[in-house]
């Protein structure tokens, strides 16, 4: 069964950093564009940060760009995704997802195949 299993999370005051981890297990990780996805409290779940299976390409929500990055380590299995200069509206659930895809990034939701079960992170003013 596919596990992804994301780390990372806590609480940070504003300005702050974080780095999220998310281990995946029993899939072909290197086949797989991987996603980052959060979902603040009343509010839909939404696309933070996505990056191709070689790592060569990324995508950044227009709220995180310049402040985030997404990496991710085939050899570990592992996706990041530092979180610099943190912000109060950056309090959210956290979510890693993988979609199985040959080339590029993959930007919608419902094209996701597996998924984490998430990491709370807080960023207090």
């Known amino acids: 069964q596919v596990q992804l299993v994301e780390s990372g999370g806590g609480l940070v005051q504003a300005g702050g950093s974080l780095r999220l981890s998310c281990a995946a297990s029993k899939l072909t990780f290197s086949a797989y564009a991987m996603g980052w996805f959060r979902q603040a409290p009343g509010k839909e779940r939404g696309l933070v940060a996505a990056i191709s299976r070689s790592g060569s390409s990324t995508y950044y929500a227009d709220g995180v760009r310049g402040r985030f990055t997404i990496s991710r380590d085939n050899a570990k299995n592992t996706v990041y995704l530092q979180m610099n200069s943190l912000k109060p509206e950056d309090t959210a659930v956290y979510y890693c997802?993988?979609?199985?895809?040959?080339?590029?990034?993959?930007?919608?939701?419902?094209?996701?195949?597996?998924w984490g079960q998430g990491t709370q992170v807080t960023v207090s003013s």
């Open positions: 997802s993988a979609d199985y895809r040959l080339v590029g990034t993959t930007l919608a939701e419902k094209e996701y195949d597996y």
